[in-house]
């Protein structure tokens, strides 16, 4: 996405925003002063407040007073220190983090036209003319030395240094009054920059140094006295002298050749460029192509003129299509290939055969073949392999390469020897592992009955899968089976070899007794078939001893005589003795109740008709405990009632009076709200006979006088809840009653007769709602344990003989070992986990495994895999390799190739899998030869390309399908290659590039779906659509090649080329510059750039200045009749913000359409 730049040309903040001379590029004050006031609203005298006002002049710090800059300032330098490649039609810059820096120091404000002096410039000198920064004694900085001529041909000039500093911001904002005040607020969007205006040279090395703008900076940071008070300019073009500068900081650099990445990437031809030049056209056309001869010691024929065949490289043309095989050729190598097999099988040794070596044989260990037959030719990829010569020459450089670096591959073979050794072992004793498991089974297990074998195997029942997602511990859990009669004490105490079951079936040998393991095979039958024996599985014809009595006394008997004492140990355990009279009344009591209990069902409680009788609270119980502690008898009566009853007819409070023998009466009382009398209404109500209350009329009469105002804060609740017991009910003279503290209300005495006072019944409809429910969760506390109390039996059988069949199965030996193996050891580069209906992403696994066995075991070895001895991994790129050692066989026709070229051209299946069984193949004997332990089967290179996904190029090769040629095997395909040679991949490596899809009406790659209209900015490509390069390699410094997984071929099942959404001319491939911070410049003059781009199609010599000049506003006025559209950001005069975005550069885009990529049709 595009970065929104803004560009100020000056920035001030602080103080410095307060000088009051503008900047007219003449002599500044060298030490400004700034008026600070304050004023005040002050009262002087007893007058009325007026402004005080008063102010002093302070002395800022000017370019004369600093001797460095702290380094920690710089943000970025362009070039970076030491850069020896940066190209010279960019200038230099230098960045700072405030802001404000380049002006901190300015004694001025900018001028109407916005130009202010900075304090500070940046210069690039020649590094052959300036000699490095050195400090000199007395002086606070390092400095150059410059003489006159060098002062006007190295430095610029001065009168325009505002040009060359500017504030940079990242925003939105285009109004100047915005983006000045965003740049406090957002700091880390902002910086300060030095432009050093010096057109650069070609391969030169250059010294940057920052140093200061004015005279009296010069002489401050070469510890020399300032003259005069004011500002000069440190050096002056029109009379240059010797000059001696201060540097606060520098830096080397060189410059490469001529050309920027815009420039060099506007150089790339494609083929279709080259239509006219049919030679080159014609050579292009066979790339990949060798003709070779065949037999040149005359041993396949016997003519004068060896055979000829067509050798194939790495990549190929992407109209290539092999010749066909040559039978004669395969005929006679056949001959020579099989000797060695047919002198092995005879067994005798012909002296004529003696010195005869017959060629290798290339893949005959991991194919387990060791003859070749040419009626295979074009059908097997092994016999395709040795019978043609252009593919055993791959192979034949395959094993060169290992030849050439052998003591680099054995030593990576030999760093990984233990975990080979490691992984050997584990193979042999997984072997080991099957047979000893086997025989265990075969003698011990398989002999067990079904009962037996699941207790043994209890301790590992939750490992046991059954079936998907069940173990054996489910199975049973699922079931009524008790878990306890799988569990280790259960078969400890029941095994047949325990001492005390073996000595009690000696002594009792006698008697006809069951063996103990078919009385625990007929439990475990028993409860596996539930169901036929519900009577043992009925929890409800227990009831625990203890709740309807204890039988432990039952069976104890009564002695003749009840007074006498009777010892418990015997009978119940415990120690301690009953008198047998009250053994008796025990066992008497607990038949009672056992008889009681028959039938008897509990009752649930019930609310009652709280609705209209109301509920008494926590206040009633509290009040009711207080009359208590008052009462010298303990108080008589159902309070409940008392309350109800007398809360009736619209009482407003209850008096509760202790009578003679703790009876309590109940009177209603009444307020009068106008005075505060206290009264007695309606009857009291005290205990009747059984449940009935006794009610006495009594005439209403006043108790107690409350004040009024009292009463009317806290409410008539607050008297009754808060009188002391005994103030009322004490007489016929009403008491007074005063508050003693908020909501508390007494009275000056207390008297003799227990008496209290209380609330009515609640029956307020908000409270009595919440009472209702939560008395309904209280019945369902009480009922829930009664309701469980009869237990509902469901009886789940267990399928005893099915589970013991498949725990049978499950523990084969055959499944457990190569599942433990497959945990332990990848399977062609994939844990083998599955759930039912996951895919394989290993190809030649997906074409060989059956799924439906996947939801069995977790991790599975196919028995028709073959197992081979381990072996070392090298992850070389063997590409690399042959690159260095024989780039024209890697690439024939590879010096064709024009400079500044780009063309598309295809990978070579065949010949990287026949270059690779070679390299195997020589692995394989020098592993055998250092000793390493191999049986010359495995296949340590799988790598050819340099491949940036991390994918292998092949598969091991003893998996490889029988029955396919060479380029065919599961995984193997051509893939499409970008070949570029020229400057610009080798100076700019980190160059972007990548494909895109191409849509219909496209004229470039947009992220627009669908495409941008004419006239319209594209919008920025998605990232989720770009095709980035699976591989990348080099040959020599200047050709470069990328390979895509885009097909070459367009699929011939789909009929329109535009539907095949992996066919390369569906594709643009994209050369782009990596996004960086801004860069300023202009372009190469050679840089044939598009018309109409303003600045951004301004060369150098469109504004005029040859290589190591300076240039200022003049140059740029130069190039604007050049442009086609004036810029609308240039405005006159100009000013730094201007020229900074005249000299910005974008990152450049190159686009290439597929189609222009390919060969042009003859």
Known sequence: MSIPYRFMPWARSGLARSHGNADSNAALAARPMVKVGLTLQAKQDGNPAAAVAGSINLALYGPGDIIGIDPRLVVRTDPKPNSTNFEPNYLAIIDFDPPDFPWLLTPAHANVNHQLRPWLVLVVVERSQVALPGLKPGAPLPSITLTAAQVATQLPNLDESWLWAHAQAVSQTHAAADLAAELPAQPAQ??????????????????????????????????????????????????????????????????????????????????????????????????????????????????????????????????????????IFADKLA??????????????????????????????????????????????????????????????????????????????????????????????????????????????????????????????????????????????????????????????????????????QWRERDLALTPIPQQVAGLVTRFANISNNLARLDPNRFVPDGIMGSRSYDAIPLPADLNSLVDLAPYTGLPGSLSGAELARIQQANVALRRQAVGLKPRAPLMGDVWHQGILTETHHQRLAQLQQTSAEPLRGDFAQLIRQASKNGAEGLLMTVQAGG????????????????????????????????????????????????????????????????????????????????????????????????????????????????????????????????????????????????????????????????????LGEQSVAWARGSGLSNSYIAERFDLAFADLLRYVIPPRFDRIMAYPQLPFPLSKKLETLAPETFLPGVGALPDDFIMAVQTNPRFVEALLLGANHEMGRELLWQGFPTDQRGTPFRNFWQRLDGNADIEPIHHWLTAAQLGEQPGSKAMLVLLIRGQLLERFPTLSIYAYPKLAGQARPSGSVPPTPPGQPDTEMAPDRMEMPVLKGHLGKDITYLGFDISPDRDPAIANPKDDLRYMENFYFVLEEQMTEPRFGFDEPDNKGQAGQGWLSIDWNEVGVAGGQYFGSANLRQALPLTPNRPGDWIEPPHAATVANALLQRPFRGYYAGTALKMPKP
């Open 190 to 327: 902002n910086i300060s920059r030095l432009v050093c205006p010096r057109r650069l040279e070609p391969r030169k090395n250059y010294l940057a140094c920052v140093v200061p703008a004015f005279d009296a900076g010069r002489r401050r940071g070469l510890g020399q006295p300032l003259l005069g008070d004011t500002l000069e300019p440190a050096w002056n073009h029109a009379n240059p002298i010797d000059t001696e500068l201060p540097v606060y900081t520098h830096w080397e650099f060189s410059t490469g050749p001529l050309g920027d990445i815009e420039t060099l990437a506007r150089r790339l031809k494609t083929p279709a460029q080259y239509q006219n030049d049919l030679p080159l056209l014609a050579q292009l056309r066979h790339i990949g192509e060798q003709p070779v001869a065949v037999d040149a010691e005359r041993l396949l024929f016997e003519g004068g003129t060896p055979g000829q065949t067509v050798f194939e490289g790495a990549m190929v043309s992407l109209d290539f299509t092999p010749d066909p095989a040559d039978g």
């Open 663 to 826: 009876a309590v009466q109940a009177q209603a009382l009444k307020i009068d709200g106008r005075n505060g009398n206290l009264k007695t209404t309606g009857s009291a109500f005290s205990p009747g006979a059984g449940r009935k209350l006794r009610s006495v009329r009594i005439a209403p009469g006043s108790v107690a006088a409350v004040p009024v105002q009292a009463l009317r804060l806290y409410g008539n609740n607050a008297v009754f809840t808060s009188l002391p017991p005994g103030t009322l009910g004490q007489g016929d003279a009403p008491v007074p009653i005063h508050l003693d503290a908020p909501g508390q209300f007494g009275a000056a005495s207390v008297g003799a007769v227990p008496s209290i006072t209380l609330p009515p019944a609640v029956k307020e409809r908000a409270v009595l709602h919440r009472y209702s429910e939560a008395f309904k969760d209280y019945q369902k506390l009480w009922r829930t344990p009664n309701e469980l109390a009869q237990i509902g039996i469901q009886p789940v059988n267990f399928a005893l003989t099915q589970a013991a069949q498949q725990t049978r199965a499950r523990i084969d030996p055959a499944l457990t070992v190569p599942a433990r193996l497959a945990s332990m050891l990848a």
């Open 335 to 504: 001959g020579m290939l099989n000797s060695g097999d047919a002198l092995a099988a005879d067994g005798t040794l012909k002296p004529e055969s003696v010195p005869t070596l017959s060629p290798p044989l290339y893949g005959e260990y991991p194919a387990r073949r060791h003859r070749v037959a040419p009626d295979f030719l074009s059908q097997h990829w092994f016999d395709q392999l040795n019978l043609q010569p252009r593919y055993r020459l791959a192979a034949g450089w395959g094993a060169e390469i290992v030849r050439q670096n052998q003591d680099e591959f054995m030593q990576a073979a030999w760093a990984q020897v233990g975990e080979v050794l490691a992984t050997q072992r584990a193979l042999s004793l997984s072997r080991f592992s099957h047979d000893v498991l086997k025989a265990l089974q075969t003698r011990h297990l398989d002999k067990l009955a079904d009962t037996r074998l699941l207790a043994v195997l209890a301790p590992a029942r939750a490992r046991l899968k059954l079936d998907v997602g069940n173990s054996l511990y489910g199975r049973i859990d699922s079931t009524s089976l008790p878990d306890e009669l799988f569990d280790g004490a259960m078969r400890r105490l029941t095994s047949t070899r325990r001492a005390t079951l073996r000595m009690a």
